[in-house]
């Protein structure tokens, strides 16, 4: 799995969508102490994503938090006219993701973490299928799987050596 880690600018606007939050209880002597888990993922909507995972007592610095990892973990995925190039199905954990290219106009056929995902990367068509466990931590890292697998036609051109130009002419 080739992962296309990428330095993003300060100009550039990510956009962050919570994906879950999860309420952990740890109980003690004294009582129970909750904290708070947040998974939440980045993205500027033109291939660029991140995810990320905050804990803290309160669930605004749980988020504050997770934003922040998502930040430090951003990639470069392909996104042709709206959709991904290929299909790829990935498992991660219990959950197994399946993504295939869509027409446009078809929307985004995707539900729960990997719609946000998928929001975030700019993918407009697409047709994914969640398979096996609907846990949003597998889901999320499932998901960002199957798109650091993609490849576009110029990926694979640079790596076999040849221009783009003497694939469009033979």
Not at 38 to 51: F, K, L, T
Request: charged share 20%.
């Amino acid at each position: 799995m080739a992962i296309n880690k990428v330095k993003v600018n300060s100009d550039v606007e990510l956009k962050d969508r919570l994906v879950a939050i999860n309420r952990v209880t740890k109980v003690t002597k004294g009582g129970r102490t909750f904290t708070f888990a947040a998974i939440v993922v980045v993205g500027d909507g033109n291939g660029v994503i991140g995810w990320g995972l905050g804990k803290a007592g309160e669930v605004t610095t749980a988020i504050a938090k997770g934003v922040e990892s998502a930040k430090k973990n951003l990639l470069k995925v392909p996104v042709l006219k709206g959709t991904v190039p290929h299909e790829a199905e990935v498992s991660y954990g219990g959950a197994k993701v399946l993504l295939k290219p869509a027409a446009p106009g078809t929307g985004l056929k995707a539900g729960g973490a990997m719609r946000a995902v998928l929001e975030s990367a700019g993918v407009t068509d697409v047709i994914a299928k969640s398979k096996g466990s609907s846990n949003p931590h597998n889901l999320v890292k499932a998901t960002i799987a199957a798109l650091s697998e993609m490849r576009d036609a110029y990926t694979i051109a640079g790596q076999r050596g040849i221009s783009m130009q003497k694939v469009f002419k033979g």
